[in-house]
């Protein structure tokens, strides 16, 4: 299973000839997977109807079956991998429930993310907005796992549990610290308190995935040769693809949770919002949602989803059963 768009001849529509279960972006530059993930999140897909995702399943199926009708174009090809990459989960075949979808994480998600940068934060509201978030993060995480073995459901329920504690007990321990703090001016205590919510969900959100996936860690996943056949289940490749979703977990709270307080801190000071205070939600929200929009396909980028594993650093029963130099996994997003 290649991870490389190769740079092929394009069409004159600027499509590169198809590759069923590829990307049409170099996977091997930052550039190209940022290109990738931008369809991978792209919120349009979020309105695609179920006839238009069968018609593109069958468009793929008839692809792989060489019954194409000669009249398609790579276009066309191409478009029905995006709804078909961004509906169904690559393991297990079945949809992903719209508001855990990868392309649904910045619509669903932004409410969220606004609520926890509200400034002044009560206890009560700390607690309701990181439960929300951390429980929003654990479906996600869930929905798109590497899924090629099962995970009980008491793993999913010890993830979410970690998750929310760590989160609700880092953010309100934080709050209390710093209200607490007589050597800050009430003011600088208002603008540190807007920092909190950065390395509570950072954290929680690394505990998640780690707490979420642990079963891969003890079960493996399976990897794959370049055409796809299984090779067999591997605990190293299940290693790596954990660290890679918990360096994206932990990277991508960062533009998130830092710009906005850094930005409305400016506006608040603008004569525009001092006299029109009804604007500060709707401007906060705006700020917020693009921040998101920006972050989540650089953090995702940071690592192909397909990644590859050189074959000499996995489980010596591995190594015996493929004379592939690398093999192939789904890290998961």
Known sequence: ????????????????????????????????????????????????????????????????NGKLPPSISNKELWEAQKIKQAIIHPDTGEKIFMPFRMSGFVPFGSPIVVGLLLPNPTIKATIFWQWLNQSHNACVNYSNRNATKPTPISRFLLGYGAAVGSAVTIAVSLGVMIKRANALTPSMKLLIQRFVPFPAVATASVCNVICMRNNELSEGIEVMDKEGRIVGTSQIAAKKALLETAMTRAVLPAPILIIPPVVMTQLEKTKFLQTRPRFHLPIHAAVVTACFGFALPVAIALFPQFSQISTKDLEAKLQEATSEPAVYYNKGL
């Open 1 to 64: 299973m290649a991870t490389s768009g190769a740079n092929l001849q394009l069409d004159s529509d600027g499509f590169p000839p198809f590759r069923l279960n590829e990307s049409r972006f170099d996977q091997n530059t930052f550039s190209g997977r940022l290109r990738h993930f931008l369809d991978v999140v792209d919120p349009k897909t979020l309105f695609t109807s179920n006839q238009r995702l069968k018609e593109s399943c069958q468009l793929l199926q008839d692809f792989q």
